[in-house]
Structure formats: C-alpha cells, structure tokens
C-alpha cells in the first residue's frame, strides 16, 4: 500500500488508516488501564473508568468531519493514551478557545510519519490551524516486508526501543540507528518540516510547531520558516474565536 500512494495526490481520507498504531495495539473499546504500571496503580485513579472511542479510521474521537478549527499532529502525547477525551491538551485548547478539534495523535509516530499524516488529511479536510506537538526528531519511519507475510507495512522505530512490533518484522533498531549518521536524521527532520511549511502555505493553513523533546524544540527554533510559528508547548497560544 505505501510504495502506491502519492501524499499529495491522495484520493481518499482513508489512506491515513495504515498509518495509525491502533490498528496493531488499541483496536479494542474496553480499555479501562494501559500498561502494567498502570493497574498497579488503578485504585489511585481520581476519576470515573472510561473506555476509548475510535473511529473508522482508528483515531481518536467520532468520525472525521470534512473542516475542523484545530488539528493536532503528534505521538502517543496527542494520541493520549490512558487518557478520557476531555484531558487531551487539543480539546482542553480547543474548549478555552470555543473552537473545533480533531486528533491525528497515533502512538509511537515519528516526524515523518506524522508530516505524511497532514499531507494526507489536509487534502481532505479544510483545516484552519494545524498544531504540531513533535517527538524526537531522531525517530525513524520505515515501509517493511513481513518476514512470512506478504505484506508492506509502516513502522515507526525510536532509538533504544525494541518493540515486539519491529522484533516480528525482523528489525535491529540498534543496528540500524549505528549506521545512520545523526546529521542524515536532523537533516531529514529539517527538509519534513519545510515541506510542511510549504504545503500549509499553499492549502491556507495556519501551522504551530511545538516538541516536548528538548533537542527537536532547538531544532525548530533554528529553522527559517516563512508561513509556521515554533512556540513552547507549555505556552501555546491559538487566535480567540472572533479572529478566526
């Protein structure tokens, strides 16, 4: 399926459905925990259980409309897992500000992936703000062969990380980080986000940048781009409702 889809020449909002993690680990509706750690601490949880509400295409919240105030791009801290709904930070932005969100936050996602994600769904729907919350820019995406099955797949690999996904795809994240140089990586990182730039520019959209991961956020800052705005996450500012 990747090696056929042009990003920019999408036909169908449904392409994005490969590239979510749900499809591997959270295709299920009565997640009440995540994680071990998780239910060990279950009875310390303030508040009600709740249960994970996906859509068709395996994201967060109901199914996509065709426009949207914010989008949110991210990994697993846009995604929010073990989180309701109303604590994700897109909706607790999006209910301050009185404006529309949606959540294209997929688990463990690199740069690229999530850069490939707005290209896609910008196309499809008319977004007025695109908020970015960036994991590490050293996170690699791959399109692999499964070792038995007939079938291309998108793997998203992070440094020290060995997951039982990349395991049964037959994938030496170690190895393979020692023979790809640092400067390769920020240089892939840098041509993704003036892409983005680019893109947004020409589809009308407003574009945030932002990353919990220290050394992406330099990165951002050190970038000369035309049409997007890099803030700290931990001060991010939308227009109000009467200047959208």
């Known amino acids: 399926m990747f090696d056929k889809l042009n990003l920019l020449k999408s036909k169908s909002l449904s392409d994005i459905t490969a590239f979510g993690t749900y499809k591997h680990d959270a295709l299920v509706h009565d997640i009440d925990f995540f994680g071990p750690d998780d239910v060990t601490y279950a009875h310390l949880w303030p508040y009600e259980q709740f249960n994970y509400s996906l859509n068709a295409n395996g994201y967060r919240g109901p199914a996509f409309p065709t426009e949207t105030d914010i989008a949110a791009f991210g990994c697993s801290f846009t995604a929010g897992l073990g989180l309701p709904e109303d604590y994700l930070w ?5 209910s301050e500000l009185q404006l529309t969100s949606l959540n ?17 769904t910008s196309k499809h729907i008319q977004i007025k ?10 996170r690699m995406q791959i399109g692999i062969k499964h070792m038995k099955k007939n079938m291309l797949t998108h793997l998203s690999l992070i440094p020290g990380l060995k997951s039982e996904l990349s395991f049964s795809y037959g994938v030496d994240v170690e190895m393979l980080y020692k023979h790809i140089p640092d400067d390769d990586q920020i240089k892939t990182f840098k041509n993704d986000m003036y892409l983005l730039d680019y893109v947004a520019k020409h589809r009308n959209i407003k574009v945030y940048f932002s990353s919990w991961d220290g050394v992406t956020y330099n990165l951002l800052n050190q970038l000369n781009l035309k049409n997007s705005t890099t803030v700290s996450y931990t001060h991010l500012t939308l227009p109000t409702n009467r200047e959208v």
């Open 90 to 94: 897109h909706n607790l932005v999006a």
């Open 104 to 120: 294209f936050g997929v688990s463990g996602a690199s740069v690229k992936s999530i850069a490939e994600l707005f290209l896609i």
């Open 129 to 138: 703000h695109a908020v970015f919350l960036l994991p590490s820019y050293n």
